[in-house]
């Protein structure tokens, strides 16, 4: 199975940035999609950034213009460049893939991203 784990999580105040990112244990040639959710306390995990295999990237409407999602084929790697974060996008973070053959999805164990006022 697809093995996922985030790093770059932490604490950061209102107005810094972090970057996340997620190494995968298999060819990331082999996915379908790629992408970066979130749950914030009391909420629902959301979607925050998805790329496809065709490159096509799709952000969730509370990210556009800060966040950035990009791929490394030779590191097997996504990762998600936050800027200008806020305290709302305090939340634990998780990556995902999708495989094409299967279509099964795999996680990340998640990592905390705080954002102080």
């Known amino acids: 199975q697809v093995h996922l784990v985030e790093s770059g999580g932490g604490l950061v105040q209102a107005g810094g940035s972090l970057r996340l990112s997620c190494a995968s244990s298999e060819s990331i040639f082999g996915f379908k999609a790629m992408g970066w959710y979130r749950q914030a306390p009391g909420k629902q995990r959301e979607s925050v950034a998805i790329?496809?295999?065709?490159?096509?990237?799709d952000y969730a409407d509370s990210v556009k213009g800060r966040f950035t999602i990009s791929r490394d084929n030779a590191k097997n790697t996504v990762n998600l460049q936050m800027n200008k974060l806020k305290p709302e996008d305090t939340a634990v973070y998780y990556c995902a893939v999708e495989l094409i053959v299967t279509s099964v999805r795999y996680w990340g164990q998640g990592t905390q991203v705080t954002v102080s006022s």
């Open positions: 790329i496809t295999s065709r490159g096509n990237i």
